[in-house]
C-alpha cells in the first residue's frame, strides 16, 4: 500500500476502535514514539517486536486496531506492531449505546481519575488522557456499569529508549539478581508478569499481589474445611456415682486406689478380701467428638497471620508516602479492609471460636492431603513467599525506566569495582525495606549513590 505524502500524514489517529451492545470504545494518539521524526519513518523501520493487547467482556462485536504497515484499522490479530509507548498521551472516549451509567476503571488512582463523564445535551461520554511516564508493560483496564464488568482492555506500553523484549527485560533481572525484588513498585500505571518464588521473603507490594490473586481460592478452602472438618474421639472424664461407674481405664482405677476412704460396704458390692465395697463415686470415661484439633488450630493461626499481614499492608498504604510516590487510595484500602474483614468473620464464627491457640509445630498428612487444607496451606506457603519477574500468573507493578537505569548504573558499577578491587566495608549499597517495596537508600551517610545518580540521569 503506497503512502500518502508526509505533508499529509495525520498524527493523531485512531489506534483502538471496540464495538459491544453496551458501547463504543477508541483510543486516540500517535502511533509511534517521540524518536521518529513521524509515522513514514516509523513505518520503514525493520521493527520485529509484536505488542500484546486483549480484549475481553459481553457481547463483543468488533475490535480494530490500527495497522502500521497499512496505516488503517483492520481486525485485530497476533503479530501487530507495537502503537503505545512511554511518555506517550492516548486520548479515550467512551460512548454508551443504553441508558446504563458506565464509569472507568483503572488500579492507578490517577488513570482512574484522568477518564470521567462528560456531557453533551442529554447524553454523555466517558473521557480522558492516559499518559504513561517513563512506565512500560501491560496495563489494564475496564468499563463497568455498577460493580459489573462489561468490558476489560489490556494495552501493551513500550518503551523509548530500550529494546523492550531483550534489553529491558535484561535490565530488570540484573537489578533482581543483584537485590531480590528491588525492580517491584507497588501500583504503578503498567504491570510485569510475574511467577511465585519458592523461597524468599516478600515485600509488601508482592504480598498485596499475590493475596489478591489467590483469596478467593483460600476463603473458599476455608468454607470447604467448615463443611468437612478434622476431627477426633477425645476422652474426658467426669464424675459419677458408683452404681453408675463401667469399666474403668487407668485413670479411672488410679484415681480410686489412692483416694480408699471412697469406698463404703453394702450389700451387693464388690468383693474385696471379704468385704463387699462399692465407691461412692469415682472417674468415669467419656469419648466426644471434637474439633480442636492440631490440624484445626494451624489453620486458625494462618488466618490470623493473615490478618496481622494485612493490617500491616493497611497502615503503610494509609500513611501517604510522597517519597515513593504512593498515595493512600480509598478504592485500595477499602480492597484490603475488605480482605481483613472476611477473615476476621470467619475467625470469629461459631466454629472457629471453639478452636484453641497453635502452641506447637505441626507435621501432619491431613494438611498435605485433606480437601480444603491442602489449598489452604499451599495458598499460605505461596502468600509468605517472594516473586519472580518472567512469569505468566501475577500482575507486578516495577519501577519506572529512569529509576531502574539509576539503579542497575550504581550496581553495575559496584559489580565492576568488586572484579579488581577488594571490598573494605560495604557501607555504598544500602537497603530499605521498610516500606511498601524495596528501595535503595539514598540518604545513607558516605553514600556514593547520590552522585552516581545525578550522572545517570545526564547519561540517560
Request: aromatic fraction near 12%; charge should be positive; charged fraction near 25%.
Amino acid at each position: 500500500m503506497a503512502l500518502p505524502p508526509s505533508g499529509l500524514v495525520r498524527e493523531d489517529v485512531e489506534l483502538v476502535h471496540i464495538e459491544t451492545k453496551h458501547l463504543t470504545l477508541v483510543i486516540k494518539g500517535k502511533p509511534y514514539h517521540g524518536q521518529y521524526k513521524g509515522l513514514q519513518q516509523y513505518h520503514k523501520l525493520d521493527f520485529h517486536e509484536s505488542m500484546e493487547f486483549f480484549v475481553k467482556g459481553e457481547d463483543i462485536f468488533e475490535v480494530k486496531i490500527f495497522d502500521i504497515d497499512q496505516q488503517r484499522l483492520v481486525e485485530w490479530s497476533a503479530g501487530h506492531r507495537p502503537i503505545f509507548f512511554e511518555n506517550g498521551i492516548y486520548q479515550i472516549i467512551v460512548f454508551p449505546k443504553n441508558d446504563s451509567e458506565l464509569t472507568f476503571y483503572h488500579e492507578h488512582p490517577s488513570l482512574r481519575r484522568a477518564v470521567d463523564r462528560v456531557n453533551i445535551g442529554s447524553q454523555y461520554v466517558l473521557m480522558g488522557n492516559l499518559h504513561f511516564q517513563n512506565e512500560v508493560g501491560l496495563s489494564t483496564f475496564e468499563i463497568r456499569t455498577g460493580d459489573k464488568v462489561l468490558l476489560e482492555v489490556t494495552i501493551e506500553i513500550f518503551p523509548t529508549k530500550l529494546n523492550y523484549k531483550e534489553d529491558y527485560q535484561k535490565l530488570l533481572q540484573e537489578v533482581s539478581d543483584e537485590i531480590y525484588n528491588l525492580a517491584f513498585h507497588f501500583i504503578k500505571k503498567t504491570y510485569q508478569r510475574a511467577k511465585a518464588k519458592l523461597d524468599g521473603t516478600p515485600s509488601r507490594s508482592e504480598f498485596f499481589r499475590l493475596m489478591e490473586a489467590h483469596f478467593h481460592d483460600f476463603l473458599q478452602a476455608i468454607r470447604q474445611i467448615e463443611r468437612q472438618p478434622h476431627h477426633q474421639l477425645a476422652t474426658t472424664h467426669v464424675k459419677a456415682r458408683g452404681d453408675q461407674l463401667g469399666r474403668l481405664d487407668a485413670k479411672g482405677r488410679n484415681y480410686l486406689r489412692k483416694r480408699p476412704q471412697l469406698f463404703c460396704e453394702v450389700h451387693n458390692g464388690i468383693r474385696i478380701q471379704h468385704r463387699s465395697l462399692m465407691p461412692i463415686f469415682g472417674l468415669k470415661a467419656k469419648k466426644e467428638l471434637t474439633y480442636d484439633t492440631l490440624e484445626n488450630r494451624f489453620v486458625k493461626w494462618m488466618m490470623v497471620r493473615l490478618i496481622d499481614k494485612l493490617r500491616d499492608l493497611f497502615e503503610k498504604v494509609q500513611s501517604k508516602n510522597k517519597r515513593y510516590e504512593v498515595e493512600a487510595d480509598p478504592d485500595l484500602l477499602a480492597k484490603i479492609m475488605n480482605m481483613i474483614c472476611a477473615l476476621e468473620a470467619k475467625t470469629n464464627n461459631a466454629f472457629w471460636r471453639t478452636i484453641g491457640k497453635l502452641d506447637r509445630s505441626i507435621m501432619s498428612l491431613v494438611l498435605q492431603m485433606a480437601p480444603g487444607y491442602r489449598d489452604a496451606y499451599q495458598i499460605f506457603l505461596i502468600v509468605t513467599r517472594g516473586l519472580a519477574l518472567q512469569g505468566k500468573l501475577y500482575q507486578m507493578s516495577v519501577k519506572d525506566v529512569a529509576t531502574l537505569y539509576e539503579y542497575w548504573t550504581f550496581l553495575k558499577l559496584g559489580q565492576l569495582l568488586g572484579k579488581k578491587y577488594k571490598l573494605v566495608s560495604q557501607d555504598i549499597i544500602q537497603v530499605n525495606r521498610s516500606g511498601l517495596f524495596v528501595n535503595l537508600e539514598k540518604t545513607a551517610p558516605q553514600s556514593g549513590y547520590t552522585n552516581i545518580r545525578t550522572r545517570a540521569k545526564k547519561l540517560f
